[in-house]
T-cell receptor, first 110, second 113 residues
Framework: GQSLEQPSEVTAVEGAIVQINCTYQ??????LSWYQQHDGGAPTFLSY????GLEETGRFSSFLSRSDSYGYLLLQELQMKDSASYFC???????????FGKGTRLSVIA | EADIYQTPRYLVIGTGKKITLECSQT?????MYWYQQDPGMELHLIHY???????EKGDLSSESTVSRIRTEHFPLTLESARPSHTSQYLC????????????FGEGSRLTVL
């Protein structure tokens, strides 16, 4: 079977750095993606890692270690607007649907 | 900005009614998906399509059906709605190949009384 594990909730202070981890067990692996979803909104794409290492996009970075079946999303200089749910997702095959984790609810506090 | 549209955004109906949730995208994407999501919960894949006349069921057992007669249009139909169908339904699309960034519609929030 397939499973993705990520913490259900994380709280961090405005201006700080937070890391959201994701471990996965899937039959195949074609890449790890991250999506952000604000309450009442639609998920929006943040990043994608197919190879090991760090991908940086502004305040957000995503890391992947395929040997450890592990990745994380790093959010720097946290802002109140970053309060949202964050989902990791894995593509098991080249043309198969994404499998989503259960999501991590990030609360940014002043 | 994603060009994928869902209607209706909100719908309240009685048990036993037939409903169709519409999803259209203007990006020419081949792959389209329907997800079901309760507030604050995970996304469950219920149907997907890789092109015209291609439809597959997802992981979540669903009493809904879909059709893909045109590339841009992927409607979801519930023949007989029940209170257990109360949820948010999200449509998404992407291109074949590549990293597969999903573009989501704003969702249709369905309440069945």
């Amino acid at each position: 079977g397939q499973s993705l594990e990520q913490p259900s909730e994380v709280t961090a202070v405005e201006g700080a750095i937070v890391q959201i981890n994701c471990t996965y067990q899937t039959s195949g692996f074609y890449g790890l993606s991250w999506y952000q979803q604000h309450d009442g909104g639609a998920p929006t794409f943040l990043s994608y890692n197919a190879l090991d290492g760090l991908e940086e996009t502004g305040r957000f970075s995503s890391f992947l270690s395929r040997s450890d079946s592990y990745g994380y999303l790093l959010l720097q200089e946290l802002q109140m607007k970053d309060s949202a749910s964050y989902f990791c997702a894995v593509r098991e095959g080249g043309n198969t649907p994404l499998v989503f984790g259960k999501g991590t609810r990030l609360s940014v506090i002043a | 900005e994603a060009d994928i549209y869902q209607t209706p955004r909100y719908l309240v109906i009685g048990t036993g009614k037939k409903i169709t949730l519409e999803c259209s995208q203007t990006m020419g994407h081949d792959k389209m998906y329907w997800y079901q999501q309760d507030p604050g919960m995970e996304l469950h894949l219920i149907h997907y399509s890789y092109g015209v006349n291609s439809t597959e069921k997802g992981d979540l057992s669903s009493e809904s059906t879909v059709s893909r007669i045109r590339t841009e249009h992927f409607p979801l139909t519930l023949e007989s709605a029940r209170p257990s169908h109360t949820s948010q339904y999200l449509c998404a699309s992407t291109t074949l190949g590549g990293p597969g960034e999903l573009f989501f519609g704003e969702g249709s929030r369905l309440t069945v009384l």
